[in-house]
């Protein structure tokens, strides 16, 4: 019998990932402030989804709780989520025609047993005419870079280096593999 799982996340792609991949599972979302003193991207998402993971903890003992953490990163400059419709702008005319890295970390939390990894994809994308670019503006605000490439609408990828799911926000492959140490399988 395996406990109850948690995700410690309100993100809806994760949300439908997890159900796709048919896991039974409640929604937490942590409320943390996202700060953290790492500086490397790929230490950046594991604490912040540490974080996430620990500050729902208390409120689900005997509960494997689930969390992560994705952000852009290009030429070392870490691209969060959009503040406003300008910065959206921005974000979206640095990305325009580049290659960049999305990171994910991921938390899986029990009682007795901690696991922290992280994935990471490269991200090429197509260089779009001004007038495309203004089409974006402000389209996707909770996510990391201004865009989305789960949303067939969205064309402004090109091509994908590394797990898909990873830059959606939860890289498959991996949070398969370390679930089964929990004794729960994905589909």
Sequence with gaps: MTNKII????????????????????VYPS?????????RPSD??????????KNVQDKFKDSIIISADTIVVLNGKII??????KHSDEILKELNGSLHKVYTGVVILSDSKTIVFYDVAKVKMKKLPDEKLYNLIGKHMDKAGSYAVQDKNDSFVKKIYGDYFTVVGLPYNKLK??????????K
């Design 177 to 186: 593999k370390e679930l089964k140490k929990f004794s729960i399988n994905l």
């Design 80 to 85: 969060g989520k959009p503040q406003s419709k």
């Design 31 to 39: 409320n943390i402030e996202e700060i953290t003193d790492y500086k």
């Design 44 to 53: 950046i998402v594991k604490d912040i989804a540490l974080q996430k993971a």
């Design 7 to 26: 995700l410690a996340s309100a993100s809806e792609r994760r949300i439908k990932l997890l159900k796709q991949w048919g896991l039974k599972f409640k």
